[in-house]
Each structure stands twice: as C-alpha cells, then as structure tokens.
C-alpha cells in the first residue's frame, strides 16, 4: 500500500514535469514574430531605466522594430557583446582593453558611443550634519582608516559603510575614481541595488552609501564634494563641465557591423529628441 | 481484438512513453547540472589550493592579492540557518500539534490554507517587508551600527521555512494510529500527557524530518536574505547574530553578474557552489532517511 503512494505520486510529479516541458517548448514556438526587427540590448542596471525609456519612445516611431531592454551589469552585457548574444551593450564604465581584444578575436569589432553623463551622488541620513567630504576622505572612509562621524565634522557615532555589489558599474566607477590602489575595508554592507543602498541610508543615522546621481530622493541627504574648499553639488551643470570630481559617462556598445535597426535606435538616442529624454531621466546630456 | 481496443493500447503506449521520457528528461536535467557545476569548479583548484580554500577566512575577490576562503560565507549560511531553525522549530511545532489535535474542526479549516498561503508569498515580499519593518527597528532595539544582521536573515527564513515545518509535522502526528492514542486514554492519561508522552514520540521522526527539510529551505534561499543581512563577508564575532553576515547563496548572486568567464573568481563561484550543492544534497538525504525510518516504524 505505501508503495503504491510513492509511485502515485512520483507519476503525478513526471506528469507535471512533461506538461511544463511542453509548455514551454511551445513558448519558444510562439515568440518569434519574424516581421518584426529584433534589438536585444543588455548590461549596466544604471543605464538600465533610461534605456528602457529611450526604447518606448523609438518603438512608437517605429512598429516595426521590436528592442528589448536587459539588465545583469555592465559586464554581462559587455561579454553578451563578445558572445553575440546582444546587439546593444549597456555600460556605466568604459570597456577593458581585453574585452575588446576578446570582441575582435570573436569577430567582434567594438563601437563606443557616450549617450549621456552621470554623477556619482554619496549620500547619508537627513538627520547627519555632515555637508561636504573631499575625495581623499571618502577613499578614507570606505577604505575603514575614518570610522567615526566625528573626524569628518560628524556626530560621535560609528560610521556604517554602505557600497554596491561588485557587478554594480556605479561600484567599479567609485572604486576607480576614488579609492584608486587603496581597497575597501572588509566590513562593509553591500547591496545588491540601488534602492537597498538608499532605503538603508533613509532609515540609519550612520550610514553612508554611494548611488547614481540619477536616482536622488528626498528621503536621503546628498553629500557635497569638497574640491579645494568648496563645496560641489552633483548638479547636472557640474557632472558636465567636469567640476564635480566623480562623474562618468554612460556608454552604449556595439559591433561596427550592427543592424539597421540598431544604429537607428543609437541615431536617435544622441538626436536632439533622444537627448531630451536623457536630460529628463536626470542625466546629463551629451 | 476490436479496432477501438487497438487504439485504446497504443494510446496507452504512448502516455506511458510519454512519462518516460519526461522522467528521463528530469533525471538527464540533473545530470547535466551536476556535471557542468563539478567541471567548472574542479577548474578552481587547479590554481587555487583546496586546504586554503575550506580554511580560508577572508573573501576578497577582486583585491589586488585576491582571496577564497569559504569560512565567512559557510559561518553566515550557518548561523542564518540555525537562527531560523531556532526561531521556527518551537512555533511550527506547536502550530502542527494544535491543527492536528487541538483545533476544532473549523479553526483547522482556516489554519491549514493559512499555512499555505504562507509558503505563496514570494521570497522577495518578505525580503523587502523585512528591509522596511525589521532593519530599522533590530537597529533601534540593539543599538546596532546596522539593522541588517544574521537575527534579520534567520527571522525571515523562519517565516519561510515555517510552513514546510508545520504541514510535514502535521501529516506526521495525524498519521499516528488512532489505537495509541485511545490506549493512552484507556490508561487514564488527560490529552496533554498523551499529545507529550505517546503522540510526539511516535511522530518524532517525521517532525525531525520537517525540520530538516525546513533547514533545507533555508539554507538555499537567496533573495530575501541577500536584501537583509548585510552581506559582509567576514567570520561574525561572538555577537554573531547581531553581525552582518554572507551567505553562500547572496556571495554567488551577488559576484556572479560581474564575473568574467574563466578568472580564478567565476570558478572559485563554482565551488561555492558546489559546497552548497553538497549541503543540500547532505540535508535531502539525511531528511529522507529519517522519513524512512518513520514510515517502517508506522
């Protein structure tokens, strides 16, 4: 009797199993619409919101062409590229010189475009008195020799370190521009979005935490850099003319032998009407 | 042999290869997964040393000089998981004894898909119900550097990890002979020394059995507790579950976007992954092997 229990349900379990199969084995099928232009871009979460933005508004103008937006970071979009699993690479750092020898030995040849520019905006807690860090004490306190608010001008609390995952482009730009050889102190919270670093820094007094100076919100307090004395908002005006130390471009990358349809979509992005989008997301046009 | 029997037979045929092939294709899927996670990883210790790799205590990829060592991230998925085991054991326990013995009827009706709805809500509701509820005021209540600690972590695995632990240990104590039951009470023993002496005994395998599975849900989970305990990849100290933790799970969903294909760090990934693949595969059959006990006993 038990037995046939187990093998009653071990069919019932195969059964689904086959059902599922199939399913999705027709999924497959009925996707493919071959009238339509197919664009896949993926890679860098921070150019992620703009580009989906950017895709509505060319496929209004275009029902033919069909882009679909991905994220996963910008080095999985950039290896997608390698692999020509993508059309589009999206990325908030520029490409390593051996990626693009790995492009080219893939028959890949790379074509940069810059389609618009991003600061990096450090935040902390409204309640922190805190206006302004220079570069170097920043790099000092994530690199953990600063751990007290108080040797920044702060309050006596214990300064509680907030960065990105290491897939993050806004992590990998921070790391470049501000810690350069020096490296992170080991006990630093990571969060693997945007949303999680600024959600923690909203509700901890002691946080600090790095974002992209796209997503400011009210419920944190953007730190201003001190350059030479004064102090540098991350302001569009700034990240554009180079003033404000931390800033990146954000960059699109594809084969030099790309679809009409894709270097289309890229025509527009840099257009006038492109950018305009680019400037309402909070970037800075290029 | 009448035509509509002959199509009855093949059409019987054909279900049953059907099945077959959808039993195969599974165990094939499974294979398949286990050949291409223990390849990749065995690419790691051709550079990297096994014996520095268990033992290690940092995890710094990406350094200059970079580091494996498993122990950080083995001591957070550790003590998130017995945390959750803390926290959900008694509670599923006497959740499982009150629907089988205790509720009425009508009470069980409404506990029961209760329970299940449970184990619906998806792992990223309660990771976010978490980072908005229970970071903040685990801060404020321990005077915390930060909220998001291995106690955070192993409070919400125990939601999760609470309807496995309750519906198994509820078929476990229904399933107990009714003739046990009535002997005790022809004894002379009142319903709690029965439910305590003679139910729970005769059970006792199938709630461990629930518990261990329960550890299993816990110990695979990501997302939830990748967005509440902090992620630091250090060994906690011996305010363990206070401290921000890694777990094995969030190391490889969090390291593994950025990767690129063949460095040291996308096969050292691998054998992390591995190393969770075996403790799950440990967990699974130590769970079975106790069912199995439970099911000669019965």
Partial sequence: ?286 | MTKSRKVRDFKEKLMKSLFLIGGIGTILILLLICLFLFAEASGFFKTYSLIEFLIGTEWKPGARVEVFGLLPLFFGTAAVTAGAIILAVPIGILSAVYIAELASPKAAEILKPSVELLAGIPSVVLGFLGMVLLVPNIQRLFDLPTGQTALTGAIILAIMALPTIISVSEDAISSVPIALKNGSFALGADHWQTIYKVIIPAAFSGISASVILGMGRAIGETMAVMMVTGNMAIIPGTDVFLSSVRTITATIALEMGEVARGTEHYYALFAVGVVLFIMTLFINLVADAVKRRHKLEA
């Fill in chain 1, 1 to 286: 009797m038990k037995m046939n229990i187990g093998t009653k349900s071990q069919i019932k379990l195969i059964a689904l199993l086959s059902v599922l199969l199939i399913a999705l084995a027709g999924a497959g099928c009925l996707g493919q619409n071959s009238s339509d232009q197919k664009v896949v871009s993926s890679g860098s979460t921070t150019v992620l919101p703009l580009m989906q933005d950017l895709a509505e508004n060319f496929m209004d103008t275009h029902r033919d062409v069909l882009i679909s937006v991905k994220g996963g970071g910008s080095g999985v979009g950039i290896a997608e590229l390698i692999d020509g699993s993508n059309d589009i690479a999206m990325s908030s750092r520029k490409i390593r010189n051996n990626e693009v020898a790995d492009a080219k030995a893939n028959g890949v040849t790379v074509v940069e475009h810059i389609i618009a520019y991003d600061g990096i905006t450090v935040i902390i807690n409204p309640s922190n008195n805190v206006s302004n860090l220079t570069v170097e004490q920043l790099q000092k306190i994530y690199s953990g020799e600063i751990r007290n608010w108080q040797e920044v001008g702060g309050a006596d609390s214990t300064i509680t370190v907030i960065a990105r995952d290491s897939a993050s482009g806004t992590q990998e730009f921070f790391t470049e521009a501000v810690m350069g050889n020096v490296s992170y102190r080991n006990d630093m919270i990571v969060q693997a979005a945007t949303g999680a670093v600024t959600q923690e820094v909203s509700q901890n007094e002691r946080a600090i935490g790095i974002i992209g100076a796209a997503y400011q919100i009210s419920t944190v307090k953007a730190v201003a850099v001190n350059v030479d004395g004064t102090e540098v908002m991350p302001t569009e005006e700034n990240i554009l003319n180079g003033v404000y130390p931390i800033s990146r471009g954000l960059y699109l990358y594809t084969d030099e032998a790309m679809s009409k349809a894709a270097a289309d979509f890229i025509a527009f992005i840099l257009s006038p009407a492109g950018q305009k989008i680019v400037k309402d997301m909070g970037y800075a046009p290029v």
